[in-house]
């Protein structure tokens, strides 16, 4: 299995857990590991040059820096331009594509986290959806066989998207507290 | 594509069974020639809302205007000849009597009309061709295969040119192929015909033939257009 | 958490591999067994544990099976427990009837008068006693003889005397002291009304007095002597019994399709196909031995009752008349389970139940007709030779006839689904309503056919009987040749009676209330000197009392007729007109009377006038000689016995009863008869009321099993129901369409039902040789009667359908 985070959610992932409170960039990686990374951990690299890149278009900032070398020693904390990215984030649905459960996931989760309302999410992300469903099935309708079946094998996909989708809201109940307890 | 008003509305509809509210505040609006999927959980209230729609159940407060006309201050009579010459309905299963033809099930909405035997024969089997099934006529529902009833189930609603086509959950108990095909047919008839639907369904591949879905959770309704 | 989301199909593994039902904890048993197979016996104990304990749906389908066949059960011990009744009854009769009688005075010896009289339309049974020593015997019932002036009475004449009708109208006819009641032993029934009165005013010897030295008829009873009677109760018999098998089968069909659906369920969990088969079977069995006792209690507590409701009888029956005979008990108790377990595997043949369900043999077989006809046809067979053999007292064989019958009437119920079945195929047009209705009567008409086939045997046999009884009714409602438009009553004057004492009496009785005319005529023989065999009668009277015998032109005091009869008459004899001029012996058998009289020679007058005889109001035409008595030698008192003729008038109310009063006032030796045009034999009354009772019972059983198998065809289809309320059919539409579901099958099995009974009607009649007449009063009422079957069964089962049309009968997923 792919890496479940990547990209530009990593910097996304780390700022939703920074909402929390200040953290310490080995905190970070400890805290997104346990959350997100799975079976597969992120190095300290990656950390370190996404808190970069995050301090340099302010979404960051440095809390304080403890005694000793290392970029380790910095203490980083969220701007009020970084919740307003998360919360676009959030908002903001994914574009549909196999293998998306991994960004839905960490969406949710971070939802969860934050006190927002992941049911929101998910009828967004829903209606994200079925536009690009309706958009499959109208060309279905309109072509050939092989027009057909290519169009059903990425329909198949989005519903087995969206019945994750409701599965998980389904679960949003027990979710919540294993996510917050 | 949108006409001046929606040709069926809800609003804020109200309706428990027991202790349990099936519908907690419930919005809903359709325009003529729409085709509205209704999606959410099983239990959250959708197949309640299309019956309050469909006016065959009232709801406990709040108001449904077809046409103009205000549903919920109809009484039953009315209600039901409204369903006979406006309405026309498609389930799941259960709804084609076992005994009668498939041409005579087709045709029972025009006689519930008033219409005579043979004519409403004749118009039946027009629609039964249109969706594929006339070569059923003769046969009993529980002759034919589920996709078949279905289609004739189809046909059966749409014979008296409803304004509004009711389906709950229409493919619910096919498979894909037979689903896609029943789906495909009556959205095409419905088009053609320039009925609305009201679509209930779980289902996103079925959802995918709407123009549109409202989501219904915990009885309350969510019409996503607005949302996004 | 992570574990589980990370790997989510091994939940989904599992779940495939436990589609196990929730219903396989109580069936683990017979799952554990599958590999040795389950005994018969575990089976059949389990198929009564689902009986007595599958939840609220199997006891209720435990319920009605039951119940229907409990009513069966104890319809059928009440109908075989009738003979058993009426035998007692008969036996009570005969034991208190007179046995031996003596010609002597003797101490051992009672003298008996027969007092029977009626209060309006209700018969009295009544005796005066006067004992002529102390080894008189005692008539059943009482405890010892009632001494003069004293009354014993039964319980049901006491208390009509005491009501005050009976003391003003009854009362004043029994001028004695009442010294107690008449008990079961006495009494045909408890609501006969009857008396023992004592006396001393006979002599022994008179007229209408008897002197018995014993009651109890000693001969052998043959109470259904009579073969139109006989042949009326075997008819009756199969009639009744015949719908009660039917309605036992369908009773124990009850819930049929919720038993095979829970089979299924049992297949799925490893009871093989013949193991499913003696679980329903030990089911059905159960059922149908809760009815059985269901049945004794209703038999036995009906019986209770059995002096309140048996109207057929106006005396009744106590209950203890109706025994059961443990014979049949015990054939019952042990018949109706087997034959519960017969239909039930009979009725699964064309069931196969598999793990997911049940498969109904789709196409069943094509009804032929032909050997449906041999059932009817070969009971005509049977019959047919005994045509003609009723006359004469000519034997049935009552194998033959029973035989006959049972096979045309069970020859209707093979006929009947097949008939339903054709004409349902052929029947089309019609309303939505109707539509449905004849589709699905198209798609099983062997469920709608087979209640409805009680019907048909109870409805062909009464209108068969009713048929045979209005043609042969008029041999058993015999004309009586009275004409009770002269007289209403005839006041029998006993020979002994002083002559000189009759004005007096017809004087009291023309003094009481209502009453018109009493005029008295007196008779007695002759004997034409010249020829030994030439008895003629002599009738004395005054004018007016003559005139009730012949057609006067004139008549005074001291005229004399001879009376000239119609050669054509019946009575016609020619010693019977006497000539002017002949020489007569008057009482030429004075001797032989009591007390004796002498005959006297007499010439009949040169110029006697000759005048036509008539009938007098009792019927009687005479011959020989009237005159007034100035006219004839006088003859000493007790030649002449005197009959007075009562006359009331119509517009008084219960005239009747104030002359039967005065009549027991002036002469307890008097016997007042009441005139009427016809008399009916009373037994046969009682049967073909009965039959009629038991036919509108039999009925209203059928009509309470079609509604049970309406309800359940109503549940199977709620949801159907509610599917065709959301497209907006009407109400009405859906009611209708149960009324000719009804009506259809009704309407045919009553037809079906009234050709065989006209035709078995006209067999019968053939048989006794009697002209056929339909009874079509008969063929209306059973024909209402299943009309009103439809309605009610209709009307009961709309609550139901109003309840199904609702639609939360949408909402089941």
Known sequence: ???????????????????????????????????????????????????SRLLKNGLVEVDGVEAGDGPDRKRYAITDAGITDVARWLATPEKPEPYLQSTLYTKVVLALMTGRDASDLLDTQRAEHLRLMRILTDRKRRGDLADQLVCDHALFHLEADLRWLELTAARLDGLTKEVRG | MMPAGPLLAADSLHKAYGPTPALDGADFSIHGGEVVA???????????????????????????????????????????????????????????VPELTCVENVALPLRLNGAGRRDAERTALAWMERLEVDDLGGKRPGEVSGGQGQRVAVARSLVTNPKVLFADEPTGALDSLNGERVMQLLTDAARSAGAAVVLVTHEARVAAYSDREIVVRDGRSRDMERVV | MSSRLAHPDKDI?????????????????????????????????????????????????????ALGVGLGVALLLATTAIPAAIDARDQRDRDRSVGEVAERKGPDAVLVKEENTQFRDLGITGRLLQAEGRDAPVPPGLTRLPGPGEIMVS??????????????????????????TISEAGLIGPKELAFYAGTDAFTGGEDFVTRVTSFGDTYPSEPWDDPVLLLLVVVMFVVLLTPVAIFVATAVRFGGERRDRRLAALRLVGADAAGTRRIAAGEAAAGALLGVLAGFAFFLAVRQLADDFTVVIETRFFPSDFAVDPALALLVTLAVPCAAVLVTLFAMRGVVVEPLGVVRASKT???????????????????????????????????????????????????????????????????????LAVRRLQMSSSAAARPVNGIAVAVAGAIALQTFFVSVQGDYQKDTGMDPSRAQLQVMVPRQTEASRIPGITKTISEAKGVTRVTALGDTEALADNDPEGYFSVTVGDCAALALVAKL??????????????????????????????????????????????????????????????????????????????????????????????????????????????????????????????????????????????????????GASLFV????????????????????????????????????????????????????GAVLLGMVDRSVRFDWTAVGIMAGTGAGVVMVVTALSLPSLWRMMRPEGLRTE
């Open chain 1, 1 to 51: 299995m792919a890496c479940i985070v990547t990209g530009m959610s990593i910097g996304h992932a780390l700022l939703g857990l920074l909402e929390s409170g200040p953290r310490h960039g080995y905190d970070l990686k400890r805290a997104f590991d346990e959350k997100f990374g799975h079976d597969r951990p992120l190095h300290y690299g990656q950390v370190y040059s996404t808190m």
């Open chain 2, 38 to 96: 209704v999606m959410g959980p099983s239990g959250s209230g959708k197949s309640t809302l299309l019956h309050c729609l469909a006016g065959i159940v009232t709801p406990d407060s709040g108001t449904i205007t077809y046409a103009g006309r205000e549903l919920s201050a109809m009484n039953d009579t009315e209600r039901s000849a409204l369903r006979r010459s406006d309405f026309g309905f498609v389930f799941q299963f259960g709804q084609l």
């Open chain 3, 13 to 65: 593994t599992t779940d495939g591999q436990g589609t196990g039902p929730g219903a396989g904890q109580g069936t683990g048993p017979a799952g554990g067994r599958a590999g040795k197979g389950t005994t018969w016996l575990q089976d059949l104990l389990m198929g009564v544990r689902f009986a007595v304990a599958g939840g609220r749906e199997g006891w209720i389908r435990t319920a009605l099976t």
């Open chain 3, 155 to 180: 319980p049901e004449l006491a208390a009509l005397l005491d009501t005050p009708e009976g003391r003003e109208l009854l009362a004043p006819r029994f001028p004695y002291e009442r010294v107690g």
């Open chain 3, 365 to 435: 077989a094509k009804r032929r007709l032909w050997w449906r006809l041999v059932l009817p046809l070969a009971g005509l067979g049977l019959l047919y030779p005994m045509i003609g053999q009723g006359e004469d007292d000519g034997e049935f064989s009552e194998w033959q006839v029973t035989g006959g019958v049972v096979l045309l009437l069970v020859g209707v119920t093979a006929l009947l689904p097949w008939l339903v079945a054709f004409t349902v195929a052929r029947l089309g047009g019609g309303p939505v309503s109707w539509q």
């Open chain 3, 553 to 702: 032109d004139t008549c005074s005091e001291g005229d004399l007729f001879l009376l000239r009869m119609d050669h054509e008459a019946e009575e016609y004899t020619p010693e019977g007109e006497v000539k002017p001029g002949q020489k007569v012996l008057l009482n030429p058998d004075g001797s032989a009377y009591e007390p004796p009289v002498e005959s006297v020679r007499w010439t009949v007058p040169e110029d006697a006038e000759t005048a036509e005889a008539r009938r007098d109001p009792t019927g009687l035409l005479r011959d020989g000689i009237i005159a007034t008595p100035s006219a004839l030698p006088g003859l000493v008192s007790g030649s002449y016995r005197y009959s007075a003729y009562v006359t009331l008038d119509p517009a008084v109310p219960d005239a009747r009863e104030y002359a039967r009063n005065a009549v027991a006032q002036a002469d307890p030796l008097l016997y007042p008869v009441r005139l009427e045009e016809y008399r009916v034999v009373g037994r046969f009354q009682s049967v073909t009321k009965g039959l009629l009772i038991g036919s509108v019972a039999v009925m209203l059983l059928i």
């Open chain 3, 709 to 760: 198998s309406q309800m359940e065809q109503l549940r199977e289809r709620r949801k159907l129901l509610a599917a065709l309320v959301a497209f907006g059919t009407r109400r009405r539409t859906l009611c209708a369409s149960v009324l000719w579901q009804t009506a259809v099958p009704i309407a045919l099995g009553i037809t079906l039902a009234t050709a065989t009974g006209l035709a078995l």
